[in-house]
């Protein structure tokens, strides 16, 4: 179970579901991927070559998804308690808490394990004001509830892995995110400007995503290299005041702007581009991720300038990246002018970044995942 879009692929948690569901079909079990699809349904079962149960697609860039999501729920539950009770379900596999409440009161109808795979906290993101004290509360209870009553819990980073301990998860195991490397690796430059050095951000630009420190660090760099570009690929809240800054700075012909593009098109963008930029503030919910975007830099041949935060640093290094102080537009800045300078670290950075994310394949994290889940039905 998902919330995100399975098919077409648009991120989130998309890509590790895939991948799990894949590696339990690989091994002869009989599979039911319950999500969001933006194909039908023959097309979405002869792709990814397991039963599809179509679930509601709530976007996840909605301002109001949170809402939306409470909304759903209570259809979630019987919808999901149906599926199990028709197709004999012995395991469930779900992926972040939205899905997880459900997931959970099936679990407990029908005595069957619950494993629940969590790469953020969903309550993180509600704001506590604006007459929303209640709902940040419930939402809190229900996401700590499956934490605490899930059979088993996977997740992304060792950093995740300690709130978790605390918020009383039992038989927790940590796995990355990753990429497919192929996918990504046989992905060729087309339409680089030329004589350019060109910086990409690719995903959400919300307040939680700390790009407020992009542009002011963009206009030191432009002052040193002028033919300096900024690639935003994506979409959010803060993208109209980073627009307006970008006009006030005098860096139009800097900056381009694509917004959300199919999954599919981001390879070719991020192949085009020089550098990858893994910008995130130092809060809990930036502390505790691993983004996607990190291992599609790597798999593209493009060295990263990252934040510097906790989950980052387990799989980013000096030899991977340049890290950047959390919410240091100074900082920042310095990191992209010495990239854009010094030719010898470049090629160093983007050699050792294609070794590293080699071990971050999905297949392979799939088959890992898959095989953590499975022994909860030894125990």
């Known amino acids: 179970m998902v919330h995100d879009m399975v098919i077409p692929n648009r991120g989130g948690g998309a890509p590790r579901t895939e991948s799990v569901a894949k590696a339990f079909r690989d091994r002869g079990h009989n599979v039911f991927v319950f999500a969001p699809f933006g194909v039908d349904k023959k097309t979405a079962e002869k792709e990814l070559g397991c039963n599809v149960i179509k679930m509601l697609h709530i976007n996840r860039n909605n301002p109001k998804k949170v809402i939306k999501y409470g909304a759903y729920n209570p259809y979630l539950v019987l ?15 779900v992926h972040d808490s939205i899905c997880g ?27 506590p004001s604006r ?3 209640h709902l940040f509360e ?26 978790l301990k605390e918020k009383g998860a039992k038989n927790i195991s940590v796995v990355y995110d990753g990429v497919d490397f192929q996918e990504f690796y046989k992905c060729k ?3 680089k400007p030329k004589g350019s050095f060109v910086f990409i951000y690719q995903g959400g630009m919300d307040p939680q995503d700390g790009l407020d420190i992009l542009v002011p660090a963009a206009k030191k760099v432009v002052e040193t290299f002028p033919n300096a570009k900024f690639l935003l690929v994506g979409d959010g809240k ?21 917004g959300w593009i199919p999954f599919k098109e981001v390879k070719q963008h991020i192949s085009d581009s ?15 991720r691993v983004t996607l975007k990190t291992f599609e830099y790597w798999a593209c041949e493009k060295p990263i300038i990252a934040a510097k935060l906790d ?18 537009s100074d900082d920042l800045a310095e990191k992209m002018i010495k990239i854009c300078e010094d030719k010898n670290l470049y090629n160093k950075l983007k050699l050792c970044g294609i070794k590293k994310v080699k071990r971050f394949e999905w297949a392979w994290l799939g088959e890992k995942i898959v095989k953590e889940s499975l022994g909860v039905l030894d125990e």
């Open 189 to 191: 430059p087309k339409c």
């Open 131 to 133: 007459g929303r004290k």
């Open 274 to 288: 020089d550098v990858g930029l893994v910008i995130l503030p130092d809060i809990l919910s930036a502390r505790i």
């Open 101 to 127: 409440f459900p997931a959970l009161i099936a679990s407990k109808a029908f005595k069957i394990p619950v494993v629940l795979d969590i790469t953020d906290f969903i309550g993180e993101y509600i704001e």
């Open 138 to 163: 419930f939402v809190k209870y229900i996401e700590n509830k499956v934490i605490r009553e899930s059979t088993k819990v996977i997740t992304v980073s060792k950093a995740m892995a300690k709130i």
């Open 238 to 258: 803060s993208l109209p005041k980073i627009k307006k800054e970008v006009k006030e700075n005098d860096l139009k012909n800097n900056f381009t702007f694509t």
């Open 311 to 328: 989950a980052l640093e387990e799989v980013v290094d000096e030899k991977t990246g340049l890290f950047y102080k959390a919410d240091d």
């Open 79 to 93: 919808r999901t308690l149906s599926i199990v009770r028709k197709h004999k379900i012995d395991l469930i596999f």
